[in-house]
């Protein structure tokens, strides 16, 4: 069984198409890069899976079962989305603290998320001060907090200066390494190229191009290659 499947996916909102016929599966424990140009479909696609937006025709499952009806959401799938707003007067630490209550999991987790995005030292500090770097780390915590086996992003490089984007693919590759499946929705091509394992390309909202991605790949000229 896929980690994620997506079957005939479609959105309309109203007169415009965002998603047309759309099926990819990703594998378990694959870093798949999720690419496109602006307005391809991408984010309106991950919000289907994560159940934030219905599907005007198709399906889209995690382990074979729509996100709504998994028993333990954030037990199965971690997500980042675009523009993640967190209470500013909050600190790192409180707000883990309060998604880890509502979830119902071991306290424990709070101390060892801050300590996976390295955010142990600022724990303490309130939101309002954070960097964009550091909201992206946290929000990256909060996504890890129930430990899941599969994780959703979408843009987490965006806004981050190179020492962010470093420690950023850092970050996926220890992911990967601890068995997680992720997909990633990105345009940094240089960056991705040196982590994914697959990569599928979508233009319109219609799928361009899947495929694995190989050492002698040149993933930018593939992607001009396929949107152009
Ligand atoms: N809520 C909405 N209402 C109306 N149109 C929408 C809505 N959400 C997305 N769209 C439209 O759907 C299309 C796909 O947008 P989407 O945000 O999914 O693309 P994207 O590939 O994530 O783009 P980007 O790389 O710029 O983030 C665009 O034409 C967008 O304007």
Redesign the pocket.
């Known amino acids: 069984m896929s980690a994620i499947s997506v079957t005939h996916l479609g959105k309309s909102?109203?007169g415009?198409r965002?998603v047309e016929d759309l099926s990819f599966t990703v594998e378990r424990g694959t870093l798949t890069a999720f690419l496109?140009p602006?307005?391809?479909?991408?984010?309106?696609t991950l919000r289907m899976i994560l159940g934030l937006v219905a599907p005007s025709e198709g399906t889209a499952t995690i382990g074979g079962t729509p996100y709504r009806d998994l028993d333990r959401p954030v037990t199965t799938v971690g997500a980042v989305l675009e523009a993640t707003a967190f209470n500013p007067g909050l600190s790192a630490r409180a707000h883990l603290e309060a998604l880890r209550l509502a979830a119902g999991l071991d306290p424990a987790r709070v101390a060892y998320v801050l300590a996976q995005v390295d955010l142990t030292d600022a724990a303490d500090r309130r939101v309002r001060g954070f960097s964009l770097g550091m909201r992206q780390r946290l929000a990256l915590a909060s996504a890890l907090l129930g430990d899941p086996e599969i994780l959703i992003l979408d843009?987490p490089a965006n806004g981050l200066d190179p020492a962010g984007i470093r420690w950023l693919r850092g970050f996926l590759r220890a992911c990967t390494h601890e068995g997680r499946t992720i997909l990633v929705?990105t345009?940094v091509l240089a960056e991705i190229q040196q982590i994914a394992d697959h990569v599928i390309i979508v233009g319109a909202g219609r799928l361009t191009w899947q495929g694995p991605l190989t050492p002698e790949t040149d993933l930018e000229e593939l992607y001009m290659r396929v949107t152009g």
């Open positions: 909102f109203g415009v965002a496109g602006n307005g391809a479909g991408k984010t309106t843009e929705s345009h």
